[in-house]
């Protein structure tokens, strides 16, 4: 396509732009919890979801004693006849057993991935989070056979976050590619769009159903998109991408 902008290098982020992460947490997290009620813990799942909400806002997401934090500030009644190391485990066998359950993508995107590969655009992987946990998700997905290993920057291993454009520049020099033929597609208003934008990227925006979609970008999207697979057209029509 002689007369459409080229591309050579597409980032894509992974939670909740090429996989609904937000939704599967719920669900892991209620899996987890049903587990342990199962065994024995006298409460309501509704409550038990809404008190390990705050465990993990007060401790992060990625903090590793989730569920032994949460059985710590139930009350006693709740906890007073089981063993404790017994639902934590429960329910960790629970939230890993929930991954191999719902950590897929659909047809639609699986095969967006392949035909931008087929066409001789390079993609990369520009998420946030600890290095092997992400990775996790690149392999469970099934997408690192469509991916450069080498275009895989993740914030824990590089050191800098997503908020920050060094980020994105460490990125964009790892391509070795013009800036102007680099797309990157993510979620998140501030830490996708802004930064990417800061960066000198073309930036599309997937505004779905994910935690940060409520609020707008500071600085526009080239192209805006409300699912993953939304972004064949894009690259369709403005990038000639066969269709
Ligand atoms: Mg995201």
Aim: with cysteine.
């Amino acid at each position: 396509m002689p007369d459409s902008p080229q591309l050579d290098v597409i980032f894509i982020d992974i939670d909740d732009t090429l996989f609904a992460t937000t939704d599967f947490v719920s669900a892991a997290r209620r899996d987890a919890l049903q587990s342990m009620i199962d065994r024995g813990l006298n409460a309501n799942i509704d409550d038990l979801l809404a008190e390990l909400e705050l465990v993990v806002a007060e401790f992060g997401s990625n903090h590793d004693h989730h569920y032994d934090f949460l059985l710590k500030r139930l009350p006693a009644a709740v906890t007073g006849n089981v063993n404790i190391d017994l639902m934590v485990v429960a329910g960790v066998i629970a939230y890993h057993n929930a991954k191999w359950k719902h950590l897929h993508i659909g047809d639609a995107d699986r095969q967006l991935l392949l035909d931008i590969k087929n066409s001789g655009i390079r993609l990369g992987v520009i998420s946030s989070g600890l290095v092997r946990k992400q990775i996790e998700k690149i392999l469970r997905l099934e997408i690192d056979k469509y991916i450069d290993p080498k275009l895989i920057f993740i914030t824990h291993g590089v050191g800098v976050a997503k908020s920050n454009v060094q980020l994105y520049e460490s990125a964009i020099a790892a391509t070795g590619c013009d800036i102007s033929r680099i797309m990157h597609v993510g979620d998140h208003p501030y830490h996708d769009i802004d930064t990417g934008n800061a960066a000198g990227m073309v930036t599309v925006w997937v505004n779905g159903g994910g935690k940060h979609s409520v609020n707008e970008p500071r600085t526009s999207p080239a192209f805006k998109i409300s699912c993953f697979a939304e972004l064949r057209a894009v690259l369709v029509n403005n990038y000639g991408l066969n269709k």
